[in-house]
């Protein structure tokens, strides 16, 4: 890929994962909707599959709300039509088993579709540990 035209990608996914964090903390389900593909699969920090259906109706429903979500140490690789991105994130909120509050890594798979659109293929979250913290 010329270096151009990944400058430009790379710019384009930092506005969609932009696009993403004000979608998640304003419950826009058009922008979430239009950021996922159908085949969307998502794997939570606790470890359960979640489709584009269920994190639609969740956000819908409000079962998991966000109040902050501050991003840092954003890595974003890209092959050809796939954007591979990696940060942390410093959120606060509650999901369906009470506060989801704390420190986070994440990567989050962007796929170039046919018609030439980036949508979001795949999510996955993990918890950074204190030092000290046993769970």
Sequence with gaps: MPRAEKHETRHQIE?????????????????????????????SPTGILQSKEQALANLRAGTVHFTSIDLSDRKIR????????????EVAGKGADGEISGSYRYTRVYVKDERGVWRIVSFEASRIKEPGEHR
């Design 78 to 89: 890209i092959y050809g039509t796939t954007a591979l991105v990696t940060s942390r994130a």
């Design 15 to 43: 506005n969609l994962e932009d696009a993403w964090r004000n979608a998640v903390l304003k419950g826009n389900i058009p922008a979430m909707d239009a950021l996922l593909a159908d085949d969307y699969m998502a794997i």
